[in-house]
C-alpha cells in the first residue's frame, strides 16, 4: 500500500527566503505526483503535476522534482511572500484503488 | 466557469440521521472522487467512479453510499452507521482517473452532534 510522508509538519521562515518542502513514497510505480495547496477552510487547489517520466515541473516560483528511483519529491519555492502561507501536500496515485494518497501536508507560514 | 462545486459548505446534523452532501462538476470529466479530512490526517479516499452508473469503495467506504445517476454529479450519503461522520468531506474529479490531473471542489464541513 502508497504510503506518503511530508517533511517537515511545520515550518516557518521570513519573507524572501527561499525554501524547500519535502515529500517521499514508498511505491516507487507511480505514474504522476501532485503538489497542491490548502488554505484554511478551503478546498484544495493544485500546484504542479509531474508525470513519471518527467524529472521536474516549473510554475512561476515554484519548481518541483521527482525522483522515482528514490521515492522523493520536493517543491521548492522561490522568493516566499506572506501569501504563499497554507498548507502544501503531496499526493500520488497508489493502493490498489483509483484515486490519490496524501501526505499529512507541510503548515507554511512566511512572516512579513 | 468551469469548475466543481459542494453544496452546502457548512452542514449540521443530530446524531442518528443520514445526511447526503452534492458534488457537480461541468469540466466533463469521466472519474469524480470523494475524500475525507480530518484534523492533523492527510485526505482518506472513501468512494469513486470512473463512468456513469459504476462506483468503487476507497479505504474508508464504511458508512458512507454514493450513486452516480450523471455524468455532472456524485452525491455522498452520511449514513447513521458511519461511526465518526464529523469532517470536511472533499469531492474531486479528473478527465479519466488518477493518471490525470485532480481538481477539488470547495468542501463541505459537516457536525454532527
Known amino acids: 500500500k502508497q504510503e506518503v510522508t511530508q517533511i517537515p509538519a511545520a515550518l516557518s521562515v521570513p519573507e524572501g527566503e527561499n525554501l524547500v518542502l519535502n515529500c517521499s513514497f514508498t511505491?516507487?510505480?507511480?505514474?504522476?505526483l501532485q503538489w497542491f495547496r490548502q488554505d484554511p477552510g478551503k478546498g484544495l487547489t493544485s500546484l504542479l503535476l509531474?508525470?513519471?517520466?518527467?524529472r521536474e515541473q516549473t510554475s512561476g516560483r515554484l519548481n518541483a522534482s521527482l525522483d522515482k528511483s528514490s521515492g522523493r519529491s520536493t517543491l521548492y519555492i522561490a522568493a516566499s511572500q506572506p501569501g504563499d502561507s497554507a498548507t502544501y501536500l503531496c499526493?500520488?496515485?497508489?493502493?490498489?484503488?483509483?484515486?490519490?494518497?496524501f501526505g499529512k501536508g507541510t503548515h507554511l507560514i512566511i512572516q512579513p | 466557469d468551469g469548475g466543481i462545486t459542494q453544496s452546502p459548505k457548512y452542514l449540521f446534523r443530530k446524531e442518528g440521521q443520514n445526511v447526503t452532501l452534492s458534488c457537480e462538476q461541468n469540466?466533463?470529466?469521466?472519474?469524480m472522487y470523494w475524500y475525507r479530512q480530518d484534523p492533523g490526517q492527510g485526505l482518506r479516499l472513501i468512494y469513486y467512479?470512473?463512468?456513469?452508473?459504476?462506483?468503487q469503495k476507497g479505504d474508508i467506504a464504511e458508512g458512507y453510499s454514493v450513486s452516480r445517476e450523471k455524468k455532472e454529479s456524485f452525491p455522498l450519503t452520511v449514513t447513521s452507521a458511519q461511526k465518526n461522520p464529523t469532517a470536511f468531506y472533499l469531492c474531486a474529479s479528473t478527465p479519466g482517473g488518477s493518471s490525470y490531473e485532480q481538481y477539488f471542489g470547495p468542501g463541505t464541513r459537516l457536525t454532527v452532534t
Open positions: 509531474i508525470q513519471s517520466s518527467q
Open positions: 499526493a500520488c496515485p497508489g493502493g490498489g484503488a483509483d484515486g490519490l494518497t
Open positions: 467512479s470512473q463512468i456513469v452508473n459504476d462506483f
Open positions: 511505491d516507487s510505480a507511480i505514474y504522476n
Open positions: 469540466l466533463n470529466h469521466d472519474a
